[in-house]
């Protein structure tokens, strides 16, 4: 059990290191004016945050049922249900910029650049500027809750 649990939480970090690098590059590499190589390699990178993200959600559940200290002490803790709502907020938040990405791929087939609008631009720019402020937020809550502040009740 305490491999499994070393294992899980290994994992666990990976996938969100990996996840907060993605999105670094999403938001260095994003802007109206694109090669289409670099249209192709946010479709790419944007597809491996998500996939990131299921990961860190999967294994984030296993810790909280499975291992660690029970869903009872994490659903207690403030701290857990505010990494658990911002977790949320950047799924909900990613929304935009993915399906502005996947509006590209017609384009990108045809080999044309696709029109990326000043409005959109400032939109996803600040969509990936809320879902890295939120990330600060659950890389607060994290340590907090881990050492036991936040007990509700």
């Keep these: 059990m305490a491999l499994g649990s070393a294992l899980a939480a290994f994992v666990h970090h990976l996938a969100a290191f990996t996840l907060v690098a993605l999105l670094v590059t999403e938001h260095a590499l994003f802007a109206a004016t694109l090669p289409v190589t670099l249209m192709r390699k946010l479709l790419r990178i944007d597809l491996y945050y998500g996939i990131c993200a299921l990961v860190l959600l999967?294994?984030?559940?296993?810790?909280?049922?499975?291992?660690?200290?029970?869903?009872?002490?994490?659903?207690?803790?403030?701290?857990f249900l505010a990494k658990l709502a911002l977790f949320v907020l950047v799924a909900v938040v990613s929304i935009y910029p993915t399906v502005t990405f996947l509006s590209w791929r017609p384009a990108l087939r045809a080999g044309r650049i696709p029109e990326v609008t000043a409005q959109q631009e400032r939109r996803v720019k600040l969509c990936l500027r809320v879902e890295l402020a939120a990330i600060l937020g659950i890389l607060?809550?994290?340590?907090?809750?881990?050492?036991?502040?936040?007990?509700?009740?």
């Design 58 to 79: 999967g294994v984030g559940a296993l810790r909280v049922f499975q291992f660690e200290k029970g869903a009872s002490y994490y659903f207690s803790n403030g701290f």
């Design 140 to 153: 607060l809550a994290a340590p907090l809750m881990a050492r036991g502040f936040g007990r509700l009740g």
